[in-house]
């Protein structure tokens, strides 16, 4: 199957501004599922105020949120494909600035020293474009996501030390919620990244807190500790918007790799209630669009 790169830049831009006005379906659900077990009255009254806010902006073809975030792009290749990798990622970028210039959307993104904004939400090394594999055949997927400062502020890092085993995952990642408080616009999806190297571990903190709620860690042993501080993170009393009550996060959502007998890396990356994403998959049937 080869891909047609002028349809891979109409994707690029329609999945910028889809993934900054719908929200995924799974955080719908799991905003009433939240407000179902709240038990504070201001709490409850937050939780409905967003989720007014969310059908709002649905219904007006408004933006979610006014923060366009940094542009995101995972793009998925499968078997049989034929594809030009530089022209790929031309070819994102291109419907990237095309989403920012035509639509138009506020530009985000700045030269880190000078500060100078573009207007195209783009950058050195931004859209940020990751390429992997996947054994499914005549198959590409691209996956955007828009990560806004609130949340991408609040990222942490620690190289544990492997002797206080998963007792300092534990506490590392409640007094990582604990320190972000309000300031990611809670309930949050926080994602945590264990094991690799100190920049993988980041890089795996990040897909956890981007992957679809309900989905749990591969690894049985990531699984159990996913329950145990999803519920642990609840009794905090952070609450909506961090005013307290139930509601502090949807989930823990946990990714882990394997690690250096001396090491224990623990990163740490969180996800706003308003936690956009959009996909579209390639096929020999055509481009199709969902979450």
């Known amino acids: 199957m080869k891909i047609d790169l002028q349809a891979v830049e109409e994707a690029a831009k329609a999945l910028y501004i889809r993934a900054l006005k719908v929200l995924p ?16 009255a201001t709490a409850n009254r937050v939780l409905a105020t967003m989720m007014t806010n969310i059908q709002v902006a649905e219904d007006t073809d408004n933006l979610l949120c006014q923060d366009t975030g940094v542009p995101i792009y995972n793009i998925v290749i499968g078997r049989g494909v034929q594809v030009d ?5 031309q070819a994102v970028r291109r419907g990237c600035e095309r989403a920012t210039r035509e639509h138009p959307l506020r530009s985000s993104v700045v030269h880190p020293l000078t500060r100078r904004n573009e207007h195209t939400s783009c950058g050195i090394e931004v859209p940020v474009i ?10 590409l997927e691209i996956e955007m996501i828009p990560k806004g400062s609130g949340s991408e502020n609040n990222s942490f890092l620690k190289m544990a030390i492997p002797a206080e085993g998963v007792d300092a995952i534990k506490t590392f990642v409640i007094d990582c ?6 300031k990611t616009c809670p309930p949050t999806i926080v994602g945590v990244g264990l094991g690799g190297t ?20 591969a690894d049985p042993e990531g699984a159990a500790l996913e329950a145990q501080l999803s519920e642990a993170v609840n009794l ?18 946990i990714e882990l790799a394997a690690t ?10 969180m996800q706003c209630h308003s936690a956009r994403r959009a996909r579209a998959s390639f096929t020999p049937a055509g481009v199709s669009y969902g979450f």
């Open 236 to 253: 905090l009393g952070v609450g909506p918007q961090g005013l307290g009550g139930d509601a502090t996060a949807f989930a823990v959502q």
């Open 25 to 40: 379906p799974d955080i719908k659900r799991g905003f009433g599922r939240l407000q179902a077990a709240e038990t504070d």
């Open 130 to 139: 990751h390429i992997d594999f996947s054994d499914r055949t005549e198959l």
């Open 177 to 182: 919620v604990l320190s972000a408080g309000g």
């Open 260 to 269: 250096h007998i001396t090491m224990n890396p623990i990163a740490v990356n």
């Open 198 to 217: 100190s920049d993988l571990a980041v890089a795996l903190a990040k897909r956890a807190a981007t992957r679809e709620l309900g989905s749990r860690c």
């Open 85 to 89: 990798g530089h022209a790929l990622k």
